[in-house]
């Protein structure tokens, strides 16, 4: 009888959300060497039981969407800084594995500092470094890896030694300090060296788990969109080319040496924390909202379109309108990673109680502002959700019957004013209008903190009139 040996490890999710289409497919280039790294970790953590105790600090870089990927704890932070926020998480849950997926743009240049202090401090966290020796995400610049003579988009005649400097060599530089325990690099440029990396990954994991200290992996991965090699080719042009300057092996191991401990957990109280500071709680400001409807109030937003139509700005204006009117709010920003056709989206909440999560997925409002977005994310909304379109670029009406659309046909109404540009600011002034949640003088006021020239001030400020003027009695 047939016997099904391989399964996806638990340490995935399912499905895979983060691309239309094939729930199976991740997000990275064909031949990229993530996807390998990430199967390896993902057996790893069913192995040795974390699932429930893990939590994964992606990067900005190609893996800044790793936690579409694993199913465990996940945070994703600014460029450079997991180590910091790495080390947050571990000293308040002592008890989790705390693990920085990291490239080598994130965590040998932006963020040198911030690992170099951790694996000082000798934190008890494990470090995955990929080193694909480029900046992929961003289209193939020099990355601190990069090897010598090699050409990228600002190196174009090659790397030179004598103005970039040598590639900087992670897992040396690091093992030299007090504080690590134990550091190897690794490769994925055959099964032998795939067969070590699996173990590596484990040992690493281990050294936490058993409160051993700072470990890390630095793992030799492929890039063949950012090397511009054949995917079918990019193992052979690793091991010729970054083979001779990276030397595979262990850089520091103290496993054996090293005394396990771990941390106490510190329980803070909020009451003796803002004592200790000598501060106190600020009476929250409540300036009266003229709520129309009570189906407006405490909306999460979604505003979506495409990079340049200001989309994050007009959050940005809703966000800091609502903190004038003594919300809580949040803003999150969003554009994707992708090389090409990237979308630029924003969640603003405004809530009268704390906001327990700022990531919006099931929105009560969506301001879309082009029609790719409103077909990928209309079918989010919940029913009886307010969908705002802008009709001047979107000529389909949304299908959904279970919804509130309203066409606002703002970048005609922008044209009219003399800029295009200010579409973005007849959709909030027509939001304003709609649900009455924020006032029109808040807004104003607070406009100046959302736009970068200060010359344009005067004319959103008209635009935020003219939207919520058209919107007023709809
Ligand atoms: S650009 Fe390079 S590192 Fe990024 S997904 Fe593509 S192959 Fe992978």
């Known amino acids: 009888m047939a016997k099904k040996i391989l399964e996806r490890p638990k340490g995935f999710y399912a499905e895979f959300e983060r691309k239309p289409g094939d729930k199976g497919a991740t997000h990275y280039c064909p031949g990229c060497g993530h996807g390998n790294i990430h199967k390896l970790i993902a057996e790893a953590i069913e192995d040795l039981e974390l699932q429930d105790r893990m939590i994964m600090v992606s990067p900005v870089g190609c893996s800044v969407f790793v936690y579409y990927y694993f199913a465990t704890g996940n945070i994703q932070v600014a460029h450079g800084r997991a180590p910091a926020v790495a080390t947050a998480l571990k000293r308040a849950n002592p008890h989790a594995i705390v693990v920085c997926y990291q490239g080598d743009g994130d965590l040998a240049a932006i963020g040198g500092n911030e690992i170099l202090q951790a694996a000082n401090r000798g934190e008890h966290l494990t470090v995955f470094f990929v080193n694909n020796a480029i900046y992929g995400m961003t289209g193939g610049q020099l990355a601190p890896t990069s090897l010598p003579g090699m050409k990228t988009t600002t190196t174009p005649y090659g790397r030179d030694i004598h103005n970039e400097g ?11 300090l007090e504080g690590p325990t134990y550091i190897e690099r690794t490769a994925l440029w055959d099964n032998k060296a795939i067969s070590n990396t699996r173990r590596a990954i484990r040992n690493a994991l281990r050294c936490q ?13 492929a890039c063949p969109s950012g090397w511009k090699v054949d995917p079918a080719h990019q193992s052979e042009w690793m091991k010729e080319n970054m083979g001779p300057f990276f030397p595979l092996g262990i850089t520091k191991d103290l496993r ?20 200790a500071l000598d501060l106190a709680l600020a009476e ?21 379109g495409f990079g340049g139509q200001g989309i994050l700005s007009a959050g940005a204006m809703i966000a800091n309108a609502g903190m004038e009117q003594g919300f809580h709010t949040s803003w999150i920003p969003s554009y994707g990673p992708e090389m090409r056709g990237g979308t630029a989206y924003c969640f603003v909440c405004i809530n009268a109680e704390p906001i327990g999560s700022p990531t919006v997925t099931h929105p009560d409002v969506l301001m879309a502002f082009n029609r790719p977005s409103l077909e990928k994310f209309a079918a989010d909304l919940h029913p009886g959700a307010l969908l705002m379109y802008d009709s001047t670029i979107i000529d389909v009406p949304p299908k959904r019957g279970d919804i509130e659309a309203l066409a606002v046909p703002a970048t005609q109404m922008a044209e009219d004013l003399g800029n295009t540009r200010m579409a973005n600011t007849i959709m909030v002034g027509a939001y304003l209008a709609k649900s009455g949640i924020l006032s029109l003088a808040a807004m104003e006021q607070t ?11 005067e004319a959103n400020a008209k635009a935020l009139g003219v939207g919520f003027a058209f919107a007023k009695d709809r």
């Open 166 to 176: 040598p590639p900087m060599k992670m897992a040396e530089f690091l093992a030299n």
């Open 256 to 275: 054996e040496q090293r005394e396990p401990w771990f941390r106490e957990k510190i329980a803070v109280e909020d009451e003796a924390l803002l004592a």
């Open 284 to 304: 929250p400001k409540r300036l009266p909202s003229a709520l129309r409807d009570p189906r407006y109030a405490n909306p999460s937003i979604k505003l979506a």
């Open 447 to 457: 406009l100046p903190l959302a736009l970068k020239r200060k010359n344009l001030i």
């Open 209 to 221: 788990m058993e409160g051993r200290g700072f470990s890390m992996v630095e793992i030799l991965s």
